[in-house]
């Protein structure tokens, strides 16, 4: 989850930049990384005791439909 967040933020970013400069959106892009943040946090909460609970697995799809309801 980790490493594919970070290698989509920076690498793919940083290629797309190279052959084509662009602006990015700072709206949508603050909303992304503060989402990622929180689903990076929760992922590492839910796993340090080494179980996933259903109120864990929950929360997470609790947190997915308020990610699409910010982003609609």
């Known amino acids: 989850l980790f490493g594919a967040g970070v290698f989509v933020t920076t690498v793919v970013a940083g290629t797309i930049c190279l052959i084509h ?12 990384i ?15 005791d080494g179980e996933i609970q259903l109120v864990e697995s929950a929360g997470f799809i609790v947190m997915y ?8």
């Open 34 to 48: 503060i989402f990622f943040i929180v689903a990076a946090f929760a992922a590492y909460v839910a796993m340090y």
């Open 21 to 32: 400069p662009f602006r990015s959106i700072q709206r949508p892009l603050l909303r992304d």
């Open 65 to 72: 439909a308020v990610y699409l309801v910010v982003l609609i």
